[in-house]
Structures are given as structure tokens and as C-alpha cells.
């Protein structure tokens, strides 16, 4: 009995230690690269405290002077919803998926200590655990974005979020006036709400879209669930999108977390720049 229990120590103890080690063989930057042969990578905030990658798809920018901006879901912030993972990249890039059914001018910004096989030394695991939607990380997003309107004058920026990237989407235009639309997907704009309801650790750091001033009337905006999503209910989802009378909520039959959003994507785009834009 007593060797069994040994046994069974020794055996819960080296999975300990190798849980935190699966992070390291997944590369996000050779994966991006795969899913989007076309994009460039550049650096962005170089001089700040958190350097953000990004990968750019802009050979020319369009006549309305609009050029769409990805961001990422929260990926694997825990191990086991136990420990903080020692590298949160997303394995699924679902933003970088739908971009890549995108045909117009689009960027795919990582947010702080995201897209990197090893973290940079600022990095810590409450930037993507407790405050994962934090001022931190909206000001690093937001110097980022002032970074590319330098690079690309005179253009206005679509904010694409999936998930928590939606999530962060909404809280980046709250301080931004070059925001034409945000469209988020399966997206935790709620997330006092979301943890609740999960029995999740509260995000005590975090920022919570709920609890902003709305955005101004001349920033549209969608926000789309699906039926079947388990992870972002898509009843949170709605109820804030309730409390905000300029915004168009889409509930998508048969859909989830993420699944089937890129087998429409090229027709929701559409939808939503026709809209935007005045066309047919």
C-alpha cells in the first residue's frame, strides 16, 4: 500500500513538472506563417515594456481606406485550470483562420507575451490569466495601433476580435477615434458574468466591457454567437449587446466556439463593409 502511494506521488509530481513544458513545442510564429503565407511579420511597440508581434496582409489599402485588424482569442491561459500556463499562444488562431478567408487589407495583432515560442523576460502570467483584458494590456494594444496609423495615414481601422480578442476589441475603441466598426465573434463581453457562471477565478485585473461608457453612435458594431458555444455563452453575449441600442447582435444556428465561423466569413464580411460603406 505504502509503495503504491509512493508510486502515485512520484507519478503526480512528474506530471507537474511536465505540464509546464508542453508550451515550449509549439511554435505560433511558424503556424502563423503556414496559415498565412502571405503575411509579413513586424514588431510593433519595440521600445515599450511588451513588443507585440504582428503579421500584415496590406499590399495596397482601399479606396474607402478601411483595413481590418485581428485579434486573437485568450488561447491556454491555465494548465488543467490549475496553473498559469507558461505560454498562452492560441493552438486553434481562429482570428488568424477567418483572416485568412478575408480578401481585404488586414494585420493580425498578438497581444502582450502572445504569438512567441519563448516569452520576453517582462512577461508575467497574469497578463494573459487574472488580467488578461487589463489596462496594461489595452495600452500596449493601443500604442500598437497608433504604431500602424503612422505606417498606414489616413486609413480607419475594422477591429475583428474572436473571443477574448472581442473582448479587447471593445475596450480598445473606448479611447480611439479612427474605429470605424468592431466585429466580434463568440466573444466574453461580460466577463464578470462569464466566470460566474463557469465557477471561474474572477478577473479582478481585467477591464469588462459591460461596465464602459457606450461607444459613440458612429462606430458600428456586430457582435455574433453561436447556438452552441459552450466556452462564451451566447446568452452573455446578447445581454450586453442588449444594453448598447447601436448594436446588432447574430446568433448563428448550429455554430460554437469555433466552429463553422470560417465557412461564412467571406459573406459576413461582406455584409458588414456593405453596411458600413452604404453599398449594395
Not at 3 to 9: G, H, S, Y
Not at 22 to 31: A, Y
Not at 66 to 86: C, Q, S, T
Amino acid at each position: 500500500m505504502r509503495r503504491a502511494l509512493r508510486i502515485f506521488k512520484y507519478s503526480v509530481l512528474a506530471l507537474y513538472l511536465f505540464i509546464p513544458l508542453l508550451g515550449c513545442t509549439f511554435n505560433p510564429s511558424k503556424t502563423t506563417q503556414k496559415i498565412c503565407q502571405n503575411c509579413k511579420q513586424i514588431i510593433l511597440n519595440s521600445k515599450g515594456d511588451y513588443p507585440l508581434i504582428a503579421y500584415t496582409r496590406v499590399n495596397e489599402v482601399e479606396p474607402d481606406g478601411l483595413i481590418h485588424i485581428y485579434l486573437e482569442g485568450d488561447g491556454r491561459p491555465w494548465v488543467k485550470g490549475i496553473w498559469p500556463a507558461k505560454n498562452p499562444n492560441s493552438r486553434e488562431m481562429t482570428a488568424l483562420r477567418l483572416m485568412a478567408q478575408d480578401k481585404y487589407p488586414a494585420i493580425y495583432l498578438n497581444r502582450p507575451c502572445y504569438g512567441y515560442q519563448k516569452l520576453p523576460p517582462s512577461c508575467s502570467p497574469d497578463l494573459w490569466t487574472s488580467a488578461r483584458y487589463s489596462a496594461t494590456v489595452v495600452t500596449a494594444l493601443n500604442s500598437a495601433l497608433t504604431e500602424l496609423a503612422h505606417q498606414f495615414p489616413n486609413q480607419r481601422w475594422i477591429l475583428i476580435g474572436h473571443s477574448g480578442g472581442g473582448t479587447l476589441a471593445m475596450l480598445l475603441t473606448q479611447t480611439r477615434d479612427d474605429v470605424a466598426a468592431i466585429l466580434t465573434v463568440a466573444a466574453n463581453l461580460d466577463h464578470k458574468a462569464w466566470t460566474e457562471t463557469h465557477g471561474y477565478l474572477p478577473l479582478h485585473e481585467s477591464l469588462n466591457p459591460i461596465e464602459q461608457e457606450l461607444l459613440p453612435a458612429n462606430v458600428l458594431r456586430w457582435h455574433l454567437a453561436g447556438d452552441r458555444d459552450k466556452q462564451v455563452s451566447p446568452e452573455i453575449t446578447k445581454r450586453a449587446a442588449d444594453m448598447d441600442p447601436q448594436a446588432r447582435f447574430i446568433l448563428k444556428a448550429g455554430f460554437d466556439h469555433q466552429c463553422c465561423w470560417e465557412n461564412q466569413w467571406s459573406e459576413i464580411i461582406a455584409m458588414m463593409r456593405n453596411q458600413l460603406t452604404g453599398t449594395k
